[in-house]
């Protein structure tokens, strides 16, 4: 089968947003290229692995990669309409060049063409991801995510999924209920459980996603503690006998690692969902759009407790009053 591959040259601040338009727009999956996660991302040595033709070959702004099936051809084309959209109103985001170009390419080429580029990092002081097929020998207070993004979104390497790990490092406590929202390759509902939390609901609205998802979790040999399911944020969980108990005023913690109009829209439920003194985790906010999730919050009945930035993305955690 002949897929069509569409790479977009950007900046580290607006990678993870050109990905999660190419996904709105049909993509199968996407992958980022960017050298500047070997400075940022802490611990050198879990890079070592990278050899010097891999990295003299990585550009010097940040890649995306995106890739869509036969039958999404056209997605290609809409998402050049959103980029030059993006180039004329960035909203104060450094989006770089922006410069895009296709090609064909076979479904094993896509499959591995991106795994050179995904080696071990750290974030936070605890936390580790490792790549399923490579190896890493861990230090006692390591906690291991083991991951294989397949073809779904976040691997920990970009800002707004960093974000939410440090802050779940922070938040979780032992025996916690949580709600992972738009949870992609499943990292944050990993780190959640193997962070304390007895029980997590791990939700997406791609199916191919969540199949992405359950196959991490049973990696991490999770699947006790953790649901994958797909539905639209939290849209309809309610409804359904095996997940009501944690989407009605039960759960410990919320994490949304979307964007931000949709963090907006998700807020409401999120409270119901929440406990008294509850919490949601939020990231995917660009600077220029801090204020409006700030006031959703407040709006809402939620109290911020924290934020956090890195480069052009902002991270806020909150309580439910």
Same mark, same amino acid.
Request: overall charge negative; hydrophobic content about 45%.
């Given at each position: 089968?002949?897929f069509?591959?569409?790479?977009?040259?950007?900046?580290?601040? =607006?990678a993870? !947003?050109?990905a999660?338009?190419?996904?709105e727009?049909g993509?199968?999956?996407?992958?980022i290229?960017?050298?500047?996660?070997?400075?940022?991302?802490?611990? =050198?040595?879990?890079?070592?692995?990278i050899?010097?033709?891999?990295?003299?070959?990585?550009?010097e702004?940040?890649?995306?990669?995106?890739?869509?099936?036969?039958?999404?051809?056209?997605g290609?084309?809409?998402?050049r309409e959103?980029?030059?959209? !993006?180039?004329?109103?960035?909203f104060?985001l450094?989006?770089?060049?922006?410069?895009?170009s296709?090609?064909?390419?076979? @479904?094993?080429?896509?499959?591995?063409?991106? +795994? +050179?580029?995904? +080696?071990?990092?750290r974030?936070?002081?605890?936390?580790?991801?490792?790549?399923?097929?490579?190896t890493?020998?861990?230090?006692?207070? @390591?906690v291991?995510l083991?991951?294989?993004?397949?073809?779904?979104?976040?691997?920990?390497?970009?800002?707004?999924? =960093?974000?939410?790990?440090?802050?779940?490092?922070?938040?979780?406590?032992?025996?916690?209920?949580?709600?992972?929202?738009?949870?992609?390759?499943g990292?944050?509902?990993? &780190?959640?459980?193997?962070?304390g &939390?007895k029980?997590?609901?791990?939700?997406?609205?791609?199916?191919d996603?969540?199949?992405?998802?359950?196959?991490?979790?049973?990696?991490n040999? !999770?699947?006790?503690?953790i649901?994958?399911v797909?539905?639209d944020?939290?849209?309809?969980l309610?409804r359904? =006998?095996?997940?009501?108990?944690?989407?009605?005023?039960?759960?410990?913690?919320?994490?949304?690692?979307?964007?931000a109009?949709?963090?907006?829209?998700?807020?409401?439920s999120a409270?119901?969902?929440?406990?008294?003194g509850?919490?949601?985790?939020?990231?995917?906010?660009?600077?220029?759009?801090?204020?409006?999730?700030?006031? &959703?919050?407040s709006?809402t009945g939620?109290?911020?407790?924290?934020?956090?930035?890195?480069?052009?993305?902002?991270?806020?955690?909150?309580?439910?009053?």
């Amino acid at each position: 089968m002949k897929f069509i591959e569409a790479a977009v040259r950007t900046t580290s601040e =607006a990678a993870d !947003l050109v990905a999660e338009f190419a996904r709105e727009e049909g993509a199968l999956g996407a992958y980022i290229i960017d050298r500047n996660d070997l400075n940022q991302r802490g611990d =050198a040595a879990l890079w070592d692995a990278i050899d010097d033709e891999t990295l003299n070959a990585m550009p010097e702004d940040a890649l995306v990669r995106a890739v869509f099936p036969p039958e999404r051809a056209g997605g290609v084309a809409t998402l050049r309409e959103r980029l030059d959209a !993006l180039l004329k109103e960035s909203f104060g985001l450094d989006v770089g060049t922006l410069e895009s170009s296709s090609r064909e390419l076979d @479904d094993a080429d896509w499959a591995d063409a991106w +795994k +050179k580029h995904f +080696k071990p990092f750290r974030v936070g002081k605890r936390l580790v991801v490792k790549p399923s097929w490579e190896t890493y020998v861990s230090e006692p207070c @390591d906690v291991v995510l083991e991951l294989d993004p397949g073809m779904a979104f976040g691997t920990g390497t970009h800002e707004t999924t =960093a974000l939410c790990l440090e802050l779940l490092e922070e938040i979780v406590r032992e025996g916690d209920t949580a709600l992972d929202v738009g949870t992609g390759s499943g990292i944050l509902a990993i &780190a959640a459980a193997k962070l304390g &939390a007895k029980r997590v609901i791990a939700v997406d609205q791609d199916p191919d996603a969540v199949k992405v998802a359950r196959g991490n979790i049973e990696r991490n040999a !999770l699947s006790e503690n953790i649901r994958a399911v797909a539905a639209d944020l939290l849209d309809g969980l309610e409804r359904s =006998a095996d997940t009501r108990a944690y989407v009605i005023g039960r759960s410990d913690l919320v994490v949304a690692n979307i964007l931000a109009d949709v963090i907006i829209r998700l807020m409401p439920s999120a409270f119901t969902a929440l406990r008294a003194g509850g919490r949601m985790i939020a990231s995917g906010i660009i600077k220029d759009r801090a204020q409006d999730t700030r006031d &959703a919050f407040s709006q809402t009945g939620f109290v911020i407790e924290s934020e956090r930035t890195s480069g052009e993305w902002v991270a806020m955690s909150a309580r439910k009053g």
